[in-house]
């Protein structure tokens, strides 16, 4: 009896030690927001400096053609803003399937904006060199492909997808 209070006594420091390990890290994981916002800037992992190699002339090539375009991007985020809020709002109440049909509605218009996003890109292709468009051209299609409800694997043999709560 002795010898099993010891071990979960030492299994408890064990746990606690690390605990307070972690508590004491000096840094943060970044949050969502942070790691979206650094894409969409162009740095950290899938950012256009990282593996385009861009100069700083095209840099700021780029800026000037995404504050460009930027009213238009934000037009488009603050009309599908009601379809996501109530989205979050079904799926917080567990009603999966108004959460699915306002994240369709959302969905549908921000592909309303496609062909002005086309024009954006055809004009960034086009100050990039032919090895930059090879790897932006990956990118786009890779990009492509996730946005078609590729996840995880499902739909592949042997995947499902999780089931849906109604």
């Given amino acids: 009896m002795s010898s099993v209070r ?3 006594l030492g299994a408890l420091m064990i746990v606690g030690v690390a ?6 890290s000096t840094t943060t994981p970044p949050t969502r927001a942070q790691r979206s916002g650094e894409m969409r800037r162009g740095g950290g992992r899938g950012g256009f400096g990282a593996d385009l190699n861009l ?3 095209q840099k700021a090539q780029i ?4 504050a460009k375009y930027k009213p238009q991007n934000e ?10 809020d109530a989205a979050r709002a079904a799926r917080q109440k567990g009603d999966t399937a108004t959460a699915r049909a306002e994240m369709l509605k959302a969905r549908n218009v921000m592909q309303g904006g ?3 996003r086309n024009q954006e890109n055809a004009e960034i292709r086009a100050i990039l060199t032919p090895e930059q468009q090879a790897k932006w ?4 299609k890779q990009m492509g492909e996730r946005g078609k409800g590729e996840h995880k694997g499902w739909g592949r043999k042997g995947k ?3 089931a849906a709560k109604s």
């Fill in 19 to 24: 605990g307070v390990s972690a508590a004491q």
């Fill in 75 to 84: 037009a488009l985020r603050a009309q599908a803003k009601p379809f996501m």
């Fill in 55 to 57: 100069t700083e002339a």
């Fill in 63 to 66: 800026k000037t053609i995404r």
């Fill in 6 to 8: 010891t071990l979960a």
């Fill in 114 to 116: 496609q062909t002005f």
């Fill in 160 to 162: 499902t997808a999780p």
């Fill in 137 to 140: 051209d990956a990118r786009q």
